[in-house]
């Protein structure tokens, strides 16, 4: 069993009814150790109120997400997702967050090159990366499902997310999303590869049969068919003993309940289910 | 370009409107050389009715859809599927198809273990194989997209189908199906590794963006962003010059419009998107 002072909140799991300020307060309200805020929720309560919110509240920020979103049709879209990944290393610092999370990025706008979305992805790290060692926070790209290549991000597996840690040196590493992962023949291979120091983060939720939306119907860890606990023993064989950030995306479910009993479900399950 | 003549329509692509006959007339009316019919189409129409149909209209059989679903929670129900698939290799001889396309399952009902359910589709595979052989009917394993692990197919990259090849030695190959691979890294590499003598089949439809439903959403090709030439290119560099099946499930467009008109247009686009 993960002991519970490794829980997170991903506070993409309450963003429907709790803003960052809000999750914050009811994940210190709930017990919980840490957080990993989304930019977009820090943005509307301010960064200075929601790192003094975090402070006053005594949580630790297992991440800041996200990051990313490299690939654009035109070099001025590709600097300008620099320059917003700059300020998102920025943005980590001030809330004290021990990773930036990327999310690379799909296709440019009308393109069907995939592979020319993986290099813009290689290069906009690369141009990132230096602002981010002076900084002094890693950057954890996460491998997407492939139902996101498209769309979200083209980089779909921890090995292509290693490869582009092998090209870049210090400073990134990789999250493990079972969610993302789950289904990869290779997956204890390739988190033995990763190894502790590439390991920056872990999320769980979980994969329901039948799944009605590619985006927002991730379960509740428990409720789904992923083998978390194998998953996580891998994850710790190789080193890892950091947060296990609980990030569910359910906007018919989870989202719409009460965020004070959501968290408190994820505190039950993740005692049986992680 | 592809030559027109090895257009194959996958009769999924018509299955709301037309059974297993009125489209292989359909087909033969478009001037189309070749079909790929289901077994629940065929079963409607009848096994015997469905081979003087493709007889009589002077059509080809490019594969029959679909065998596989080998994981089950218990013996009975593994051999229930490898009784099925045997029944499927004789199906296949009847209509005169090249091939039987193998959709292998997924997870047994209730369980989480796909490394398990792996190895239950390696030993169906194994079970089937010696009939199929017999029979001179390729057993047509087809990789799907990663986001049917749980409930469709554990068999997700080409690498993986291919392993299970070497393992079984003759009278097995692969199914390479845009849709389920296009995101693949490494599937230039992949094909090449099949080689002419596994690679049975090529099947096209493209991956809209957004999509709407995980199953049932697939986009008429040259309306998504599935860079299908490319893959075609690699095809036939590994010796493939086979059928090129267009296969799409799409409940709320393609399905609902006028059958003949779909066939035109997948004649069309053929010229252009493949």
């Given at each position: 069993m993960a002991s519970l002072a490794r829980l997170s909140l991903n506070l993409a799991t309450t963003r429907l009814r709790w803003g960052a300020i809000e999750a914050i307060e009811g994940a210190a309200r709930a017990g919980l150790r840490a957080v990993a805020p989304w930019r977009d929720l820090v943005a509307k309560d301010g960064l200075e109120a929601t790192a003094k919110a975090i402070r006053d509240n005594g949580l630790g920020v297992s991440s800041l997400c996200r990051g990313g979103m490299f690939a654009a049709a035109d070099a001025a879209g590709r600097?300008?997702?620099i320059d917003d990944n700059r300020r998102a290393v920025d943005e980590a610092t001030a809330l004290g967050a021990r990773s930036l999370v990327l999310v690379v990025g799909g296709l440019a706008q009308g393109s069907k090159d995939i592979a020319g979305a993986r290099a813009m992805v290689a290069d906009g790290l690369a141009a990132v990366l230096p602002?981010?060692?002076?900084?002094a926070i890693p950057l954890a790209i996460e491998p997407l499902h492939p139902m996101y290549a498209a769309d979200r991000a083209c980089i779909n597996t921890l090995a292509?997310?290693?490869?582009?840690?092998?090209?870049?040196?210090e400073g990134v590493g990789v999250v493990v999303d079972v969610y993302h992962l789950w289904w990869d023949p290779d997956l204890e291979a390739r988190i033995?590869?990763?190894?502790k120091r590439r390991l920056l983060g872990f999320h769980v939720s979980d994969w329901l049969v039948p799944t009605t939306d590619l985006l927002l119907d991730r379960g509740m860890i428990g409720d789904g068919v992923i083998d978390i606990p194998r998953i996580r023993g891998w994850m710790e064989a190789a080193g890892y003993d950091?947060?296990?950030?609980?990030?569910?995306?359910?906007?018919?479910?989870?989202?719409?309940?009460?965020?004070?009993e959501v968290v408190a479900i994820c505190k039950e399950?993740?005692?049986t289910a992680v």
């Open positions: 600097q300008a997702a602002h981010a060692r002076a900084a292509q997310a290693l490869d582009l840690c092998d090209s870049l040196g033995e590869r990763a190894g950091g947060a296990i950030e609980i990030e569910i995306f359910s906007a018919e479910n989870w989202w719409k309940r009460d965020p004070d399950r993740f005692e």
